[in-house]
């Protein structure tokens, strides 16, 4: 994942949203996306679990040049940002609880 991605910022304007104190899980998805539900599930739960962690979820139908800048190609992906809003991980898929957690541990 580095490469690409280890020098992009995101912030609350590209967001719709503020970053969370310590991380930010951002999560693409699209209407008819199954495994965007239970991606938002396991994201919420983490945010709730982890202080500072905030989940934000983008259409990306809706979003189309931010989908383009970031290079998202399927729903759901996910970007670990850390607090100063670098992507520091990046998934595609539905992701199990743990790997989300530590992915966190190179954001805080």
């Known amino acids: 994942m580095r490469g690409r991605d ?3 910022r995101l912030g609350a304007a590209d967001l719709g949203a503020g970053l969370g104190e310590r991380a930010t899980l951002v999560q693409f998805s699209s209407a008819f ?5 239970a991606t938002r599930r396991v994201l ?3 945010a709730g679990l982890v202080p ?4 934000v979820e983008i259409d990306a139908e809706a979003h189309l040049g931010l989908v383009r800048r970031l290079d998202i190609l399927k729903t759901p992906t996910v970007l670990v940002l850390d607090a ?16 989300v957690i530590a992915a966190l541990g190179e954001a805080v």
């Not at 996306?33 to 539900?37: M, S």
């Not at 500072?52 to 989940?55: E, N």
């Not at 991980?89 to 743990?98: E, S």
Request: hydrophobic share 25%; charged share 40%; proline share 6%.
């Open 6 to 8: 280890e020098d992009r």
């Open 33 to 37: 996306c199954a495994p965007c539900r």
């Open 44 to 46: 919420g739960e983490v």
């Open 52 to 55: 500072g962690v905030t989940h």
């Open 84 to 99: 100063e809003g670098r992507v520091v991980r990046r998934a595609v898929g539905q992701p199990r609880k743990a790997d």
